[in-house]
């Protein structure tokens, strides 16, 4: 039993070092991208282009860079920006919670598409609870 | 440039690292001694409220716990081999477009100062009670299968 526990441990021990370094690869490149982008003005451009939308959600616009690599690429890409973007608690709960009902949205469709000929009504519905949840949050938190 | 600037990420990178390697390792404990099935036995109020058979809990737990690829991975065998009917199928499915990797998505978000109850209370209240309203609607002859 000892035995099957250190085994258990180590085998666990080894796969988070995997895990952790496939996060990392993700997350390195882009969060040093948007680092550097930030020292241009293309960061504060597109942030005040999409504040307007973003405000709709109660978040700022250098939110958006974060939410909708969430929404399309992943959570882990979304920590990336955030991480290099530093976004204020709040706003990163109501990104937290929009990218959590609705992430990698692209990828999750086409799982679903093996289960099922109606995949798409998912990525509908995900985006739709997702934009109207954010809005809701706006007067919550 | 301030090489200063970079000291979050490094900082944000290690609390990262010492977030994965205990859900990992948590996680590998799971499958090891294969709670999930363990579980199974206790949440006849889940396949009540879902009205799904015991059979499908185990691909949805493991969703909520693994995530969607490696959840959809037990899924498969249990929808391919005929497990469980197209039916459960979909209702599995419903609860994750919702709520799966619960763990990890959840802990990334935390790590980085999100309030954690907003986060999993969000997606949970969506996976058990916008699931059952979808199921209700489609009894009473609504069109709205996944």
Redesign the interface.
Known sequence: MYK?ITT??W???R???K??LK??KI??PI??LI?LLN?TPYIKYISTLLEPIMSIFGLSGNAALPLFLGMFAG??DS?AA???L?LP?RE??I???M???C??VIA?TL??K???R??W??AI??IL?AFS?GFL?KFV? | MEWIIFLPIIKTLFNIAITIIPIRILIEFIEEYKLIEKIEKHTHFMTNWFEITTKSLIPMISGWILGMFAGSSVLADYHFDKKITQDETNKVMSIWMFAHGLIDETALYVILGANMFWILGVRIFFAIFAVKALIILSKKGFNITI
């Open positions: 099957r258990t441990f085998r666990g021990f796969n988070s070092i895990t952790f996060v990392l997350i390195l969060t040093l680092v020292q959570v882990t920590t955030i991480i290099a530093g608690i990163i709960t990104v937290g919670v990218v959590g009902l992430n990698s999750e799982i679903f093996k289960f099922s109606h995949y009504k998912t519905i995900r609870v949840t949050l938190i």
